[in-house]
Nanobody, 125 residues
Framework: QVQLVESGGGLVLAGGSTRITCVVSGSGFSSYVAGWFRQAPGKEREFVAH????????YSEWSAKGRFTISRDNAKNTVYLQMNNLEPEDTAVYYC??????????????????WGQGIQVTVSS
């Protein structure tokens, strides 16, 4: 059974940085693309970024500006999201998730089959 456990985050000052971590337990990690999603109060869950087994990252329109970086360490079964120049609007619960590589759309939350518990990132102004 594959499980995801997120850590990091917490309270960050506006303009600051943080890195959230997703540790994957169980076998089969190589079969999945890993993604990060976020959900703010009153809003729908939205795509942040995903990364392939080989480490190729893809970003949403806003996360592709250079503030966020997704990465993956296959030897450690770990996925990271580095977040810089944080803004209050980035406040949300961030979720790590896995989607099988054969899925037709790695940006769609509905395609992801394995989810972490979510971790709160709060950016104060």
């Amino acid at each position: 059974q594959v499980q995801l456990v997120e850590s990091g985050g917490g309270l960050v000052l506006a303009g600051g940085s943080t890195r959230i971590t997703c540790v994957v337990s169980g076998s089969g990690f190589s079969s999945y693309v890993a993604g990060w999603f976020r959900q703010a109060p009153g809003k729908e869950r939205e795509f942040v970024a995903h990364v392939t087994w080989s480490g190729v990252g893809t970003y949403s329109e806003w996360s592709a500006k250079g503030r966020f970086t997704i990465s993956r360490d296959n030897a450690k079964n770990t996925v990271y999201l580095q977040m810089n120049n944080l803004e209050p609007e980035d406040t949300a619960v961030y979720y790590c998730a896995l989607v099988h590589w054969s899925s037709s759309d790695w940006r769609d939350a509905r395609e992801y089959t394995i989810w972490g518990q979510g971790i709160q990132v709060t950016v104060s102004s």
